[in-house]
């Protein structure tokens, strides 16, 4: 059975940082695209990053390119969003998901529970 967990969300005043985990299991891990999507109140939900585990490909949203990080530990099963210089606007529930199509069309079939992250201005 597919499953992934994220952890790491909580309160942050802005500028703050935070690191997302994504916990992943019953897959092989480094056969798939993991990516992580965030979802506000009110809003569509929006991709924000993804990582090509096998060889450590990214890719960002120009919304948070150059302020967050994706990386993984395959040994760990775990996809990192490590995220800096923190806005109100980041403030949404943040969930990881895994790809099970191709790069030019993914299918994100698996996700996980989410995890809320809230910025303070």
């Known amino acids: 059975e597919v499953q992934l967990v994220e952890s790491g969300g909580g309160l942050v005043q802005t500028g703050g940082s935070l690191r997302l985990s994504c916990l992943a299991s019953?897959?092989?891990?480094?056969?798939?695209?993991i990516g992580w999507f965030r979802q506000a109140p009110g809003k569509e939900r929006e991709g924000i990053s993804c990582i090509l585990t096998k060889d450590g490909i990214t890719w960002y949203a120009d919304s948070v390119k150059g302020r967050f990080t994706i990386s993984t530990d395959n040994g760990a099963n775990t996809v990192y969003l490590s995220m800096s210089d923190l806005k109100p606007e980041d403030t949404a529930v943040y969930y990881c998901?895994?790809?099970?199509?191709?790069?030019?069309?993914?299918?994100?079939?698996?996700w996980g529970q989410g995890t809320q992250v809230t910025v303070s201005s």
């Open positions: 019953g897959f092989r891990f480094d056969d798939y695209t």
């Open positions: 998901a895994q790809n099970t199509g191709t790069i030019s069309l993914p299918s994100w079939r698996y």
